[in-house]
């Protein structure tokens, strides 16, 4: 029997900053929208969310930043899901980016990034206004 | 393409729906030739509509069986906490120290009330992350019970198939009788730590009863070395009672963070498998048989089912109209399973 098609989504925290919280909150958020939701803990490089993201075939990328090194990883993260004919996910950022990274990480392919006080259910009707279940391979 | 020379040359001109059939046909012919060459997006992708049960990956299961069973299954379960993330990181780590390659599926539990879940069970392998030879897959529970998914199954031929030379299964944490993992894995490891409960908890059957190989993890706690003898009472009774087959369950303290005690566990897996193989009295083919016939049974269940509910919808009797019928008193479970069989299957 066919089962409804579940979002997965992959919670990443690039870089060297260990405060999660964030991130734990926003992947238990999404497990109470009905997600499927990968949770990979701190520490990781561009290169380790990219092939986690392809093995665990999710729909979207939230990647977590506290620390100022989206200027490296979220372009990063966006050249190598394009070499790994990967750039169907969608990534989303949150945390802290100074205003005027916005616009340029939205020109490198970020599709939303949301700000400190950005509410949870905005975030979750956000993901389910903007984000599909991919199709299957073979219908 | 076969299949397009043989519609291609019969007698009626070619229709609409035969091209997208042989559209179709070619895609998954298409799918299965990545997937045998080791295809890492193919197969997360495959692995993605097995779980979701989209019925075309039904004919790619067909065609990639015949290329299953040539990988060594071991299972690892136990309550939650107790390790067992750590020690799939460990025991992949000392395969691939072997050039072996290697498949983990990682079962974490879905919300009964929402559907949703959180895998978090990557977060201890994370040094696997980069290395091609290891592919890692979360699987939710869905609302399965047992200790793995509907798909596992399913999941394990496509990384057989693959290529993968060991699979690596975590199931969900389990409490007293989720023992599925014994029909799919070759070698089971239960996995307990140190003050898990009395000696009265280790006689229960279920879950004490299916391990090849126990561990007690996190031995470095206080009360490790009663939880080993109280194991090794249960295991030596069990032993006596079974008329032994030969093959001991060792005991074995590790500390999965440090590393302590798993070469120690790595060597006891290739024992049992090794027994396994060698063992006269088929085993190894008493397990093949296991699997088989589970699978074959699941299976045989889900279509039955299904069509058994379709031929109702047919007749203007949806499901929900007999729940409601049920649930009014209207009608009892008992009767309605027998009168739905008597007029279905006869």
Redo the contacts between chains.
């Keep these: 029997?066919?089962?409804?098609?579940?979002l997965?989504i992959l919670i990443a925290k690039p870089g060297l900053d260990g405060h999660d919280r964030g991130a734990r909150v926003i992947?238990?958020a999404?497990?109470?929208?009905?997600?499927?939701?990968?949770?990979?803990?701190c520490?990781?490089?561009p290169?380790?969310i990219v092939?986690?993201a392809?093995?665990?075939?999710v729909d979207m990328i939230g990647l977590s930043i506290l620390s100022g090194a989206h200027t490296y990883s979220f372009p990063r993260i966006m050249e190598l899901l394009q070499e790994?004919?990967?750039a169907d996910i969608t990534v989303v950022g949150g945390g802290i980016f100074p205003l005027e990274d916005i616009p340029w990480l939205k020109d490198v392919g970020i599709k939303e990034l949301f700000e400190p006080g950005a509410k949870l259910q905005d975030i979750i009707d956000w993901v389910k206004g903007n984000v599909q279940p991919?199709e299957?391979?073979?219908? | 393409m076969n299949g397009g020379q043989t519609q291609a040359s019969s007698h009626r001109p070619l229709r609409f729906a035969d091209y997208s059939i042989l559209r179709v046909k070619a895609q998954a012919m298409d799918i299965i030739e990545r997937i045998l060459a080791g295809d890492v997006r193919s197969t997360a992708r495959l692995l993605r509509d097995i779980d979701d049960h989209i019925p075309s990956t039904h004919d790619i299961l067909k065609r990639l069986y015949p290329h299953t069973g040539k990988a060594y299954i071991i299972g690892f379960t136990g309550s939650p906490g107790v390790g067992k993330s750590t020690l799939v990181d460990q025991i992949a780590l000392r395969y691939r120290e072997k050039d072996m390659t290697v498949g983990i599926l990682a079962v974490d539990p879905t919300s009964p009330f929402t559907g949703g879940a959180i895998l978090g069970d990557r977060i201890r392998m994370q040094r696997h992350f980069l290395d091609g030879g290891v592919f890692i897959r979360s699987v939710a529970t869905r609302g399965h019970f047992g200790g793995l998914t509907k798909s596992t199954n399913d999941m394990v031929n496509v990384l057989d198939a693959m290529g993968k030379d060991v699979i690596l299964i975590e199931t969900v944490g389990v409490g007293q009788d989720e023992v599925e993992i014994v029909n799919t894995a070759h070698t089971t490891v239960m996995i307990t730590i140190p003050g898990m409960g009395d000696e009265v908890q280790a006689m229960k059957a279920g879950i004490m009863e299916i391990g090849n190989i126990f561990v007690v993890n996190k031995a470095d706690r206080e009360g490790s070395r009663k939880t080993v003898r109280e194991l090794r009472n249960l295991v030596e009774l069990g032993l006596r009672r079974r008329d032994t087959d030969g093959w001991e369950p060792p005991i074995i303290e590790t500390e999965a963070m440090k590393g302590r005690g798993v070469e120690e566990l790595h060597q006891a897996i290739e024992k049992h498998r090794q027994y396994l193989l060698g063992n006269e009295r088929g085993q190894f083919d008493e397990h093949l048989q296991k699997r088989a016939r589970s699978q074959l049974i699941e299976a045989l269940r889900e279509e039955a089912v299904k069509i058994l509910l379709q031929r109702l919808e047919a007749r203007g009797l949806s499901l929900d109209k007999l729940v409601q019928a049920v649930v009014q008193k209207q009608a009892d479970p008992y009767s309605l399973v027998q009168d739905v069989l008597d007029k279905e299957l006869r």
């Design positions: 029997m066919r089962e409804e098609r579940r997965r992947a238990r999404f497990r109470d929208a009905g997600f499927e939701v990968v949770y990979t803990g520490h990781q490089t290169e380790q092939s986690t392809i093995q665990e075939d790994n004919r990967a991919r299957a391979m073979v219908a």
